[in-house]
C-alpha cells in the first residue's frame, strides 16, 4: 500500500474510533485542518478519511461546505433500537446453530457495574456473537454498523439498573436454544432503554465523553 494510503487509514481508523467512541459531541464541526495537525499529516489523508465516513452515516457534509457529526434526535435513536432488536431477531430465526458456541461467562464475571466502557464492549461482542449464528452475514454486518452507532449512547446508559444481568439473561437463554425465549430477552433489553430514549438524548447532548 502506497504511503498516502496508509496515512489515509491510519487517520480514517483513528477518526472513526473517536467518534464511535463518543469523544466528540454530536454536532461538532469537524475542521480539516485541525484534523491534520492532530494526526500530524497533509489535509489531504484528513478529507480522504472524512469522506470515507460521510458514505458510513458518521459524519454529515454541510450543503455549504463543511462538515460535522450527525445530531441524533429522539427519534433517530428509537429507531436505532428498533432496528438493532429487528436485525438480531432475523438472526435468531436465521440460525444455523441452536446457541452460541463460544462461552461468554468468564466475560460478563469480570464485569464492574461502574465500568460502563468494559459493559459497552461486552454488549457489543455478546450480540456480536449471537448474530454470527444467523445463515446470513448481512445480519453479522448489519448488527456490527448498529454498534457502532450505538457505542456512544451505551457509554451513557448508566441510568439503566443492573445492565450486566441483562446481559446474562440474554446470554443464558441464547445457551438453552429457545428461540422465544431469546426474542423475550432482546425485546426486554431495547425496551427498558426505549423507554429512557429522552434522557439518553440529553446525556448524548451534554458534552463528549
Do not use: C
Not at 59 to 87: C, K, S, T
Not at 88 to 111: G, N, V
Amino acid at each position: 500500500m502506497a504511503p498516502e494510503a496508509l496515512t489515509s487509514e491510519r487517520v480514517y481508523t483513528g477518526l472513526r474510533r473517536a467518534i464511535v467512541g463518543g469523544y466528540y459531541a454530536p454536532g461538532t464541526t469537524l475542521v480539516a485542518q485541525a484534523l491534520a495537525e492532530e494526526f500530524g499529516t497533509s489535509i489531504a489523508p484528513v478529507r480522504d478519511a472524512i469522506h470515507r465516513l460521510v458514505g458510513e452515516g458518521f459524519i454529515e457534509a454541510h450543503q455549504g461546505g463543511g462538515f460535522q457529526l450527525p445530531i441524533l434526535m429522539e427519534n433517530d435513536l428509537r429507531d436505532l433500537y428498533v432496528w438493532h432488536g429487528q436485525v438480531l431477531r432475523l438472526a435468531i430465526k436465521h440460525r444455523s446453530s441452536p446457541s452460541i458456541s463460544i462461552d461468554m461467562s468468564s466475560i460478563l464475571d469480570a464485569l464492574d457495574p461502574a465500568d460502563t466502557r468494559a459493559i459497552a464492549d461486552a454488549t457489543t461482542e455478546l450480540f456480536a456473537r449471537l448474530a454470527a449464528i444467523s445463515r446470513n452475514k448481512q445480519h453479522t454486518a448489519a448488527v456490527a454498523k448498529a454498534a457502532d452507532l450505538l457505542y456512544a449512547t451505551r457509554l451513557r446508559e448508566t441510568g439503566i439498573r443492573d445492565r450486566i444481568g441483562e446481559l446474562r439473561a440474554v446470554w443464558t437463554v441464547t445457551t438453552d436454544g429457545r428461540e422465544s425465549a431469546v426474542r423475550d430477552a432482546i425485546w426486554a433489553y431495547h425496551r427498558r432503554r426505549l423507554r429512557r430514549v429522552p434522557a439518553l438524548i440529553r446525556e448524548l447532548n451534554r458534552s463528549p465523553n
